[in-house]
């Protein structure tokens, strides 16, 4: 079982940052909350904060967890393990994504997102 984290980025305004997997590679074209791979014994809000810096080139702070999700893609099985944070500076560079949004709450239901992170999306719709 992989352990992989998603960050759920709030700005100042209240919307939601959300990215695209580009194209050939796993789950390429959905979209996501960004985040990624837990090292071992890393921290879920330390590796949000390392995937983040990395992979867009933004700071964020992780304050508060949002939730646990399970999902299996055919031979690959993760545990999608969600938090709430703030964006805090950086100008965004995409790395492992090919385009990226901030959105309402309530307009993430227009974008088709990978499997493991339709719990989340669904919750924060609901304003959980």
Known sequence: MIEVAAA?????????????RREGKSQGG????????????ESVQDCLIREL???????????AAFGVNE????SV?????AWKAKYVNG??????????????P?????YTFAAADIPFVERLMRND
């Open 8 to 20: 759920i980025i709030y700005d100042e305004t209240g919307k939601i940052l959300i990215a695209r």
């Open 30 to 41: 959905l979209w996501e909350f960004p985040g990624g791979k837990l090292e071992a014994g």
């Open 106 to 110: 309530g307009e993430l239901g227009v």
């Open 53 to 63: 810096q990395e992979e867009m080139g933004i700071e964020i702070r992780p304050y």
């Open 77 to 81: 099985h993760l545990t999608l393990i």
């Open 91 to 104: 100008t965004i560079t995409l790395t492992d994504h090919d385009e990226y949004r901030w959105v309402q």
């Open 71 to 74: 999902h299996s893609y055919g």
